[in-house]
């Protein structure tokens, strides 16, 4: 289906204003993850007596499965639709970011943390698949790339420092329920102002 079929089928002036809060809110929670929890990492380690190199491994986690699945995550967007993609990838956040915080043992929480390297993988490609069917080629699509950008630089600030605050007062399991907060806005943005429009089914498999 091209773009102006796609255009066409929807909604734009409402799907571009939820594409511009959905792109703040995703470029929000991918940007502040490694910068949060290299902020609570010693305490993570002091709370569950962790070594040195168990607490690398809560970073290893996410980034793994993160880097493993952005391919599967485009591939995905293009043949269910990114609609559908976003919503498996708010579940799997906030099934992540949950278990993190109620996590008893080391086990549970590299259990957790590859559950929001999954979600954040699903996140990204989805969003820009999102981006290329409301925005047109040209400025419109290079300025939602570029506010994509800046909001995830920006979030690693905002991520340490948040963080910090958080850990310093609450503790390091109540710092990361800011990412709980983020994927519930999602969840509400996706439902209620993205156009419940898919593209049809293709007879594909999920390899190239």
Same mark, same amino acid.
Request: charged share 20%; glycine share 24%.
């Given at each position: 289906m091209t773009g102006e079929e796609f255009s066409a089928a929807v909604d734009m002036k409402s799907a571009g204003r939820a594409t511009w809060v959905l792109i703040a809110l995703g470029a929000m929670v991918v940007?502040?993850?490694l910068a949060t929890f290299a902020i609570i990492l010693p305490q993570i380690g002091r709370d569950l007596a962790l070594t040195t190199s168990q607490l690398q491994w809560v970073i290893s986690a996410f980034a793994l499965i993160y880097g493993g699945l952005l391919l599967f995550g485009g591939r995905?967007?293009?043949l269910? !639709?990114?609609r559908r993609v976003l919503l498996i990838a708010v579940s799997?956040?906030?099934t992540g970011v949950l278990t993190v915080m109620l996590a008893p043992t080391y086990a549970i929480v590299l259990v957790?943390?590859?559950l929001m390297g999954a979600s954040n993988a699903l996140k990204g490609p989805s969003t820009i698949a999102w981006m290329v069917k409301v925005f047109p080629q040209g400025p419109p699509r290079n300025r939602a790339l570029a506010y994509q950008s800046f909001i995830t630089s920006a979030a690693r600030a905002v991520g340490a420092v948040l963080a !910090?605050?958080?850990v310093g007062h609450f503790g390091w399991r109540w710092s990361i329920a800011p990412f709980a907060v983020f994927d519930i806005c999602i969840l509400l943005t996706i439902v209620f102002l993205f156009p419940a429009f898919e593209r049809p089914r293709q007879e594909r498999?999920?390899?190239y």
């Open positions: 940007g502040m993850d995905a967007s293009d269910i !639709g990114p799997l956040g906030l957790g943390r590859a !910090g605050v958080l498999t999920i390899d």
